[in-house]
Structure formats: C-alpha cells, structure tokens
Nanobody, 120 residues
C-alpha cells in the first residue's frame, strides 16, 4: 500500500520560512518523480515543483528563487524549503509520486496534504 505523508505546514507571517516534508512508503521511492502541488481556498490545485529521480528540478514561475525542492532517497523523503513566503503562498500543500514523461512528472499517488497559512 502506497502512502505519502506530508508534514511541516504551519501558520507564519509574510517573509517567513517553512520546510515541508513528505515521507513515502510502499513504493520504490528512488524510481519515482516527486512533486509538490498547492491548492488555495476556492482555487484549483496548481503545480509548485517537481524533482526527477536524477535530481533535476522544476519550479512554477511564482515560486522560483524562493522555494527549493529536494529529496533524500535514503529516507524516502521529499522536502520543500519555502522562503520569503507571501500571502499568496498559502494553501494545502500535497506531494505526489509518479513517473517522468515529456509533459513532466505524472501524479499517480497523492498524500493528504499539509496546510500552510501566511499572514500579511
């Protein structure tokens, strides 16, 4: 049974930082492309960042230069370091596991999410 469990969400002030974690189990983690998505209240879920098995990363324009995705394959854990947080960074952050295609990482498995609140 595949499980993705996120943690690290919190309520912070604008300009602050958070580090989100996603621990994966039940799948060969090192073979999966991992992603972070965000869903703000009343909005559609949007892609934030992905990291391929070889470590290549991609970011949405809205987070470039402020967020850093990384993975620790020994711990089956995905991270998202979020700096210089803005109110528009708020939302439910979920991690996803999938495979790489020319369109990017697929999203075959999802976690439940962790809530990030940013106050101005």
């Amino acid at each position: 049974q595949v499980q993705l469990v996120e943690s690290g969400g919190d309520s912070v002030q604008a300009g602050g930082s958070l580090r989100l974690s996603c621990v994966a189990s039940g799948l060969p983690y090192t073979l999966y492309c991992m992603s972070w998505y965000r869903q703000a209240a009343g909005k559609q879920r949007e892609w934030v960042s992905s990291i391929r098995t070889v470590g290549k990363t991609g970011y949405a324009d809205s987070v470039k230069g402020r967020f850093t995705i990384s993975r620790d394959n020994a711990k089956n854990t995905l991270y998202l370091q979020m700096d210089s947080l803005k109110p528009e960074s708020a939302g439910m952050y979920s991690c996803a596991a999938g495979t790489w295609s020319f369109r990017g990482c697929t999203t075959d498995y999802w976690g439940q999410g962790t809530q990030v609140t940013v106050s101005s």
